[in-house]
């Protein structure tokens, strides 16, 4: 776990080599990014700040930040989810979410998007997150190791889905 819970990057970070402003601009979307995939807001938070961690210490060796980041991001976040530990204490309630007071706050309390895409199928809801985070199909299938087809074969079929169930509820989400 992180023992950072901030939205901006330690002073100790500064230096003008332009993570500064990847971490501003990407920690958000990137936290986003997490939720569509299902995270609770405290797991996307840690993990979108240990990738950051990790972006900063291999800045130098990074060609592409957001994609890299993105997968990172996605790589821990399954790691995490499959790693045979038992949770034996809930998440603890938090008195102030790490990104109070902005727009993710506003989005995590709604859930409709996020329950929208809980229903969907694993692959399904991993391409609508990389999509969603800017992505194109080629970008996508080459993160995931699928084919561009697989990536909008999946994409159309959760869009589908979504339209779907969005109808049956009658658009009130």
């Known amino acids: 776990m992180s023992e950072h819970h901030t939205t901006s990057p330690p002073s100790t ?16 979307p990137l936290t986003v990014f997490l939720l569509m995939h299902g995270a609770t807001l405290t797991e996307a938070n840690d993990v979108a700040q240990d990738t950051m961690i990790e972006a900063h210490r291999s800045w130098h060796r990074i060609g592409s930040p957001k994609a890299w980041a993105h997968s990172t991001a996605s790589r821990t ?5 499959f790693a045979a530990v038992e949770d034996l204490v ?7 979410p790490p990104l109070c007071g902005t727009d993710i706050e506003q989005w995590e309390q709604r859930h409709d998007v996020l329950d929208l895409l809980a229903g969907l199928p694993e692959r399904q809801r991993q391409v ?3 999509t969603q985070a800017g992505f194109s199909p080629k970008e996508i299938a080459e993160q995931l190791g699928i ?3 697989a990536v909008r074969a999946s994409l159309m079929k959760a869009r589908q889905t979504l339209s779907r169930r969005l109808r049956r509820d009658g658009g009130d989400r």
């Open 13 to 28: 970070w500064s230096g003008g080599t332009g993570f500064d402003d990847f971490y501003l601009t990407h920690f958000k």
């Open 77 to 81: 976040l399954a790691r995490r989810r």
């Open 147 to 149: 084919s561009s087809e």
């Open 128 to 130: 609508m997150a990389w």
């Open 90 to 96: 809930a998440d603890p309630p938090e008195s102030a």
